[in-house]
């Protein structure tokens, strides 16, 4: 069990529908990232998330969007879904903002954009 | 742009083999590389490299940064089944953001 859960595990959403993705840090975590992963490809940093407020950002448009809240967990959203959008979503927790140790990764969220 | 290029893509050996994975980057702000195992869906942490030249072991696994070079390499002796995964490394720029490879397909086969 890494500490880190994600839902929901996979997720069948049409084109041009929101969707929202949950995060719950490991306890004592305080600092989310999230990442893209397409098939065969590596994860694609999204964005992070230190004490509620986005510490960071990857090369995303705004329709995804994020929020952390007070007891460390956190969301993301996907406005106006696009196929290429298909992908599996990571969440990782980390105490404090310093990559390495400690940085753990959830299971992930299968998305499916048809 | 900043890049990181994992290789070989895809490797297939047979037990006891020893592999040497290959992680080269181009990035601004550099600050660290680390190394994952993703089996499944969750990759899992192996090492975090910050200064050249010093070797990371753990196990049959070991690791090393050449920051002059840009490149890290990862290392399995004695492969087993168990090792099959693919193997992600990524660059860490100021600012925390990760960079990730590809990825590095190992099978193991008996």
């Known amino acids: 069990e890494t500490g880190v859960t994600q839902s929901p595990t996979h997720l069948i959403k049409t084109r041009g529908q929101q969707v929202t993705l949950r995060c719950s840090s490991q306890s004592g975590h305080n600092t989310v990232s999230w990442y893209q992963q397409a098939l065969g490809q590596g994860p694609q940093f999204i964005f992070q998330?230190?004490?509620?407020?986005?510490?960071g950002r990857g090369n995303f448009p705004p329709r995804f969007s994020g929020l952390q809240f007070p007891n460390y967990s956190s969301e993301l959203n996907v406005n106006a879904l696009e196929l290429d959008d298909s992908a599996l979503y990571l969440c990782a927790s980390s105490y404090g903002a310093t990559p390495g140790y400690g940085y753990t990764f959830g299971s992930g969220t299968r998305l499916t954009v048809v | 742009e900043d890049k990181v290029v994992q290789s070989p893509l895809s490797l297939v050996v047979h037990e006891g083999d020893t592999v040497t994975l290959n992680c080269s980057y181009e990035v601004t702000n550099f600050r660290s590389l680390l190394w994952y195992k993703q089996e499944k869906k969750a990759p899992t942490f192996l090492f975090m490299l910050t200064s050249s030249g010093i070797e990371k072991k753990s196990g049959r696994l070991s690791s090393i940064l050449d920051k002059k070079e840009l490149f890290s390499i990862l290392n399995i002796t004695a492969t087993q089944t168990g090792d099959s995964a693919v193997y992600l490394c990524?660059?860490?720029?100021?600012?925390?953001?990760?960079?990730f490879g590809t990825g590095t397909s190992l099978t193991v086969i008996p």
């Open positions: 990524a660059a860490v720029i100021t600012g925390n953001q990760f960079y």
């Open positions: 998330y230190y004490r509620e407020e986005e510490n």
